[in-house]
């Protein structure tokens, strides 16, 4: 099963995995899915590197999410 990672963009420290499912994954879903259960579990995510992932529609309310690099996302 595909896990998704997210990282500290400066140190590459793990701040988050997430399994997901080969479909998700091809759909493009995966991420948001992971963003999603992170910020549900309550994981800090200040600094993540978020880069080109694909956000749209996920709820992000209460996400800490200073310092992170959403270029492209």
């Known amino acids: 099963m595909p896990t998704i990672t997210i990282r500290n963009r400066r140190t590459g420290a793990v701040l988050y995995s997430h399994e997901t499912t080969d479909e998700r994954q091809a759909s493009g879903l995966a991420m948001r899915d992971a963003m999603e259960a992170a910020v549900k579990s309550s994981a800090n995510l200040r600094s993540a590197d978020l880069r ?3 956000l749209r529609s996920a709820n ?4 800490n999410l200073r310092s992170a690099d959403l270029s492209f996302a």
């Open 60 to 63: 992000l309310r209460s996400a």
């Open 52 to 54: 080109s992932a694909d």
